[in-house]
């Protein structure tokens, strides 16, 4: 047990250093997921058919392929194409596109379940479509689909561990190449369970905190 | 004011107006009444564009309403909705001042005093800051009356304003009602509250199955009306036993 202690204390510095990248990757790939989710999502509800092919297009495609192999594809077959990302970015662009069609779902079910009558009644004081969407449905909506981007942005957390197969030091590559050196693969792997626990835990709970609020309001 | 010339409507195959014609001029309470799925709603959805009419013409302060017209008609007229329609995220003060403020540009202060008047007028002035949900129905229709009257329309449509209330409620909405038709706005009311249009309807349009059946003054129409339809309607409404 004792030995157990030194090592975390050892082990901590380079693990902490590993979750920090974790969370800035998760924070980037979660507002690259929300930006093209909302593209994809009202894509999808546009009355121009071509924008609703694209956007099913893309759902369908993007939620087909593994997202380990989605991130290879961005990392190692893009340069061939001449685009040659840095590791993080390529994190940040694959986890990103991944995601961003289940936050599309996510957001389609939240605006769809927004009632057309508040709508009405918004054209009905000389809104146009878009002022009406802006003010009314997307608010509405985004609330709506909180519990499930809740859920996703857990997910998206913890499929970060991906990019570690890209060279991305995140706390899952971080812990590899310290179980790899020290051979303490129990430590190594319990303490990387506790921290992707303590960073999941108080983000499903602030989401939940958030949805409370805003219920009230 | 407003004027209908042979408009019909269909969805799909189905026939839902099959030429509406009538004029409503300025200051006058219309109200429609009929049996469900006689068209009366559409009608008033079609005035403010909500639906759009296959055939005929519909003016609005000598406007036709087309799809290039549609923002300058809703300016014109206001609507008040069977099931309120509030915005459940703001206050009763911001669904008030929302078309004002964002749609006519008004500066906010202005739009925010002129929106507490109306809110008196209503008599929720001391409701102001709460959310929808934490008023009655009565109360929430108000608010959706104030709402209307803050585009300061030059009509207002009303979709039976009283169907989705308590029928104890339904007492403080056509007071507010009939106080507006005695300050002389033009008003077309569908409603099945015979009562309300006989003595505050100055005119009774009688719609079935998508045609004007009988049109004429309300207490006219309303105590001795001439055509069958009519007949059967008013005592199956008044005489439900």
């Given at each position: 047990m004792s030995e157990f202690l030194t090592d975390t204390i050892q082990f901590m510095p380079v693990l902490l250093r590993g979750l920090g990248i974790t969370i800035v990757l998760t924070l980037c790939a979660l507002a690259t997921s929300i930006a093209l989710g909302i593209c994809w999502a009202i894509m999808g509800m546009s009355r121009n058919a071509a924008l609703r092919g694209i956007s099913l297009a893309i759902i369908h495609t993007v939620r087909g392929i593994p997202i380990i192999v989605q991130l290879f594809c961005v990392y190692f077959v893009l340069p061939d194409l001449g685009i040659d990302l840095p590791p993080f970015l390529a994190g940040v662009i694959g986890l990103g596109l991944a995601y961003s069609v289940y936050q599309a779902e996510n957001f389609r079910g939240g605006f769809g379940a927004v009632d057309r009558q508040l709508v009405e009644a918004g054209l009905s004081v000389g809104m146009s479509d878009g002022m009406a969407f802006r003010r009314i449905v997307l608010p509405l909506g985004l609330r709506a689909a909180l519990p499930s981007f809740g859920n996703t942005t857990v997910m998206l957390l913890k499929d970060?561990?991906?990019?570690?197969?890209?060279?991305?030091?995140?706390l899952t590559r971080a812990g590899q190449l310290l179980a790899i050196s020290t051979f303490k693969n129990g430590t190594v792997y319990v303490l990387i369970a506790l921290l992707y626990l303590a960073a999941s835990l108080p983000l499903a709970a602030f989401v939940r905190t958030l949805e409370r609020r805003l219920a009230r309001r | 004011m407003i004027r209908l010339d042979g408009v019909t409507k269909r969805f799909g195959d189905k026939v839902i107006l099959r030429g509406i014609d009538f004029t409503v001029p300025q200051g006058q309470v219309a109200c429609l009444i009929g049996?469900?799925?006689?068209g009366k709603s559409t009608v008033l959805r079609a005035i403010n564009g909500l639906e759009r009419h296959d055939g005929g013409v519909i003016e609005v302060g000598g406007l036709p309403v087309t799809d290039a017209n549609l923002s300058a008609i809703r300016r014109k007229v206001a609507m008040v909705f069977q099931r309120f329609?509030?915005?459940?995220?703001?206050?009763v003060l911001e669904n008030v001042i929302e078309g004002p403020v964002h749609?006519?540009?008004?500066?906010r202060d202005a739009a925010e005093a002129h929106a507490m008047t109306l809110l008196a007028r209503v008599g929720l002035e001391d409701r102001?800051?709460?959310?929808?949900?934490?008023?009655s129905g009565g109360q929430q229709q108000r608010v959706g009356i104030a709402r209307a009257l803050a585009m300061r329309p030059q009509a207002i449509l009303f979709?039976?304003?009283?169907?989705?209330?308590?029928p104890e409620r339904v007492g403080e909405v056509l007071q507010v009602m009939r106080s507006l038709a005695e300050s002389g706005m033009t008003m077309i009311v569908v409603t099945h509250e015979i009562a309300f249009a006989r003595e505050v309807g100055d005119r009774a349009i009688f719609m079935a199955d998508g045609v004007v059946v009988e049109d004429g003054p309300a207490r006219e129409v309303l105590?001795?009306?001439?055509?069958p339809r009519t007949q059967q309607f008013l005592d199956r409404v008044l005489n439900p036993l």
């Open positions: 970060s561990s991906i990019a570690s197969t890209i060279t991305i030091a995140e | 049996p469900s799925g006689s329609n509030l915005l459940p995220h703001r206050t749609v006519l540009r008004e500066p102001a800051s709460a959310l929808p949900s934490e008023l979709d039976e304003p009283t169907s989705a209330l308590d105590t001795a009306p001439r055509a």
